[in-house]
């Protein structure tokens, strides 16, 4: 096996440990000592290729992320027409999102270790960016008039976030999921009856 293959194995192997214990037991009492045990890894090896616990920790919030956004634009892609892309991008956000781990590691602990800045610069890298391509998608195709793609994605990306609170703070069920997609498909279907009403 070559070094660099060697090198990526071990640092997925040590994102995936993180990501079990960032998510069971939280940042603050996932400890490197536990994390190395986990893995079989040495300290000196996790310090190699992860400067520390906080490097490590952004690169899981990283790849649960980059895997949201990919589920997004699977689902996104199917569709038929610009607005259904961006529902059906909604809910697969939702579903992803309304994971445990999601909350816990993303929406909880991430703002609080990373800082705000950092987290919405990934944010805005993943999430955010998708919902600016797929408004810029269907207001270049007639489907929607927004007067600011930037500022209507991050208001989209604050009702989705809100939307898995508001899962969190019940029973997360799918019940309350479909409600809450429901009302993100009014929120977007009144977008698009803009560019049908000029």
């Known amino acids: 096996m070559r070094q660099q293959d060697r090198s990526n194995a071990t640092q997925s192997t040590l994102i995936a440990a993180g990501r079990r214990e960032f998510a069971e037991n939280g940042y603050a009492a996932t400890s490197t000592p536990a994390l190395a045990k986990a893995t079989g890894i040495s300290r000196g090896a996790l310090y190699h290729h992860y400067e520390d616990k906080k490097a490590l920790f952004r690169a899981v919030v990283e790849t649960i992320q980059t895997e949201v956004l990919n589920a997004i634009e ?20 939702l579903e992803e999102a309304s994971k445990a781990e999601f909350v816990r590691i993303v929406m909880m602990d991430g703002p609080a270790v990373l800082g705000f800045n950092d987290w919405r610069a990934i944010e ?17 195709n007639g489907a929607m008039k927004v007067p600011s793609v930037e500022i ?29 997609y429901e009302n993100i498909c009014t929120l977007i279907d009144g977008l698009a009856s803009q560019a049908q009403a000029s």
Request: charge should be negative; hydrophobic fraction near 45%; charged fraction near 20%.
């Open 74 to 93: 699977e689902r996104a892609v199917a569709a038929n027409d610009p607005v259904e892309g961006l529902k059906l991008g909604s809910r697969a956000f």
């Open 152 to 180: 209507m994605a991050a208001l989209l990306s604050g009702a989705l976030n809100e939307g898995i609170m508001t899962l969190f703070a019940g029973d997360n069920d799918a019940a309350t999921l479909e409600s809450v």
């Open 124 to 140: 805005r890298k993943t999430g955010i960016q998708s919902l600016v391509e797929g408004l810029q998608y269907a207001v270049e």
